[in-house]
């Protein structure tokens, strides 16, 4: 990635995804399922293209913002989701934990 690249991060809602772009290429994602107000998190992934340069956790930053300000709450079931989350504390008050209840429902839905 250059100084001059021009990175985004949008959420794809038929594909239950955030993406990372990088000058408008897809160079990572984090998947979800809604289960009510909690959006589970279950997988998160950036291109060896692009890695060591920081996007996972700008990706990842920018997914939780938007859950808060949906009003909704985070389970954590992707283990990158839930290492970034015990770095920052700052979105523990909207973080419920991975239960064996939300695992069932997340492996219906997956197949």
Do not use: N
Not at 33 to 46: A, K, M, P, S, Y
Not at 70 to 97: N, W
């Amino acid at each position: 990635m250059s100084e001059t690249s021009t990175t985004t991060v949008e959420r794809a809602d038929g594909d239950s995804r955030y993406e990372i772009l990088v000058d408008g290429r897809r160079a990572g994602l984090t998947a979800y399922r809604d289960l009510g107000e909690q959006r589970v998190f279950f997988h998160t992934e950036i291109d060896d293209a692009f890695a060591g340069q920081g996007l996972g956790t700008r990706l990842v930053r920018q997914a939780l913002v938007d859950v808060r300000a949906s009003g909704m709450r985070i389970v954590p079931v992707c283990p990158y989701v839930a290492k970034f989350l015990k770095r920052h504390g700052e979105f523990a008050d909207i973080t419920d934990p991975v239960t064996p209840d939300v695992l069932r429902w997340l492996k219906s839905r997956l197949g």
